[in-house]
């Protein structure tokens, strides 16, 4: 099960912690991912993790604002969003990977979350 949290309204500019719970499975042996979808979108790969929380990729239009991280201590799986923009607004899904490694095709990943709804305003 992952449960996604932290998604508010925010101004352009601003910051935001996304967090995601994790339970179940051995997901600490997963890579990990968070993607969003935008008003009249496509859901988007945002970025990804391995299962060491040693290696991160992401999409162009994110890469240098936004990062993200794991605690495998305490189940959890953060996106941290710095200099938000209009366009970053979309609900946000924590997504749990088929394998170790970074990932970044939603058919690699196999548990998703309910998401979490991140407005930005200009």
């Known amino acids: 099960q992952l449960v996604e949290s932290g998604g508010r309204l925010v101004q352009a500019g601003d910051s935001l912690r996304l967090s995601c719970e994790v339970s179940?499975?051995?997901?600490?042996?997963?890579?990990m991912g968070w993607f969003r979808q935008g008003p009249g979108k496509d859901r988007e790969f945002v970025g990804g993790?391995?299962?060491?929380?040693?290696?991160?990729i992401y999409v162009d239009s994110v890469k240098g604002r936004f990062t993200v991280s794991r605690d495998n201590a305490v189940n959890k799986v953060y996106l941290q969003m710095n200099s938000l923009r209009p366009e970053d607004t979309a609900i946000y899904y924590c997504?749990?990977?088929?394998?170790?490694?970074?990932?970044?095709?939603?058919?690699?990943?196999?548990?998703w979350g309910q998401g979490t709804q991140v407005t930005v305003s200009s």
């Open positions: 993790i391995d299962w060491t929380g040693g290696n991160a």
């Open positions: 179940g499975r051995a997901w600490r042996s997963h890579g």
């Open positions: 997504a749990a990977g088929v394998a170790r490694w970074t990932l970044t095709y939603e058919s690699e990943y196999d548990y």
